[in-house]
């Protein structure tokens, strides 16, 4: 398999903790369970994908650009009205039993609900006549109405994703998600995730936002430009993931992929005068 560095700057102390892992590798801390989403729609110029530059508050990655997601929450494993393939098909897929495939499932449409607005879920006939009308107060569609207050529910963990789901009748497409990478937190990190990096594509009708308080920007990117911009900001896996999109032909055909991809866990070496994480990719 072939390795690739990438090299980055590093502070004094972190650099440190670098050389004393590899003198001598501590036992790590467990990786969390996480699930991130590409959000992707076809442009004008080509696939755009909804990217958010982190706040500086954040614990992890501070700054950085990346897409919407986060760690599993306890109600991700709560059952949750479901169409598309089924938890044990996702299970073949990410390589995990189907309880967990269905909690990393949900946990991805639930974190891309929360930080930019967008619900990769269906509703039933009788919701769908509803969504089509105007709430008179607000100018929102009912659909849209429901859509802000069932966010601010979730954010206020009021009400669980899959509890949202059920009261309203709605159910989760599973079959709206693609799978593109899986990225294991390098054991060197004092705080290390298990992310499953899952794609979409944006639902007709829908537009991602920016309200969220994780991070001070989000907005459509073109990958390349990305690239070409921020590449000295980018993580490892977030840097692959859009060297891959910027050569895909349209996001559809990047959301159509639903296959195994192999687990990468990148290890710190030695590169020049500096560090670099290495990958087998």
Not at 139 to 162: D, P
């Amino acid at each position: 398999m072939p390795q690739r560095d990438f090299p980055f700057p590093l502070p004094a102390d972190v650099a440190e903790r670098f050389a004393r892992w590899v003198r001598n590798p501590w036992e790590a801390p467990p990786a969390k369970p996480a699930a991130t989403v590409m959000l992707l729609r076809d442009g004008v110029e080509g696939i755009e994908v909804f990217m958010q530059r982190r706040a500086a508050s954040m614990a992890f990655a501070p700054r950085r650009h990346v897409f919407p997601g986060g760690s599993l929450d306890p109600g991700d494993r709560d059952a949750v009205p479901w169409s598309g393939p089924t938890a044990p098909e996702w299970g073949s897929i990410l390589g995990v039993d189907p309880g967990e495939a269905a909690a990393l499932v949900t946990a991805a449409a639930r974190e891309v609900f929360e930080e930019t607005g967008v619900l990769l879920a269906g509703p039933s006939e009788a919701t769908r006549e509803v969504s089509a009308t105007t709430a008179p107060t607000t100018g929102m569609t009912a659909g849209e109405a429901w859509r802000h207050t069932a966010r601010r529910r979730l954010l206020a963990r009021e009400v669980t994703f899959a509890g949202l789901l059920r009261e309203s009748g709605l159910v989760l497409h599973t079959d709206a998600l693609g799978y593109a990478a899986h990225w294991i937190t390098p054991e060197v990190e004092p705080r290390r995730y298990d992310t499953y990096f899952f794609t979409a594509l944006l639902p007709i009708g829908q537009a991602a936002d920016a309200e969220t308080t994780e991070a001070d920007v989000a907005q459509w990117v073109r990958p390349a430009r990305v690239l070409q911009e921020a590449r000295a900001g980018l993580m490892p896996p977030t840097l692959v993931c859009l060297e891959d999109l910027a050569e895909a032909r349209s996001a559809a055909e990047v959301v159509a992929r639903r296959a195994p991809v192999p687990v990468v866990q990148p290890v710190p070496v030695r590169h020049g005068d500096g560090w670099a994480m290495r990958a087998d990719l």
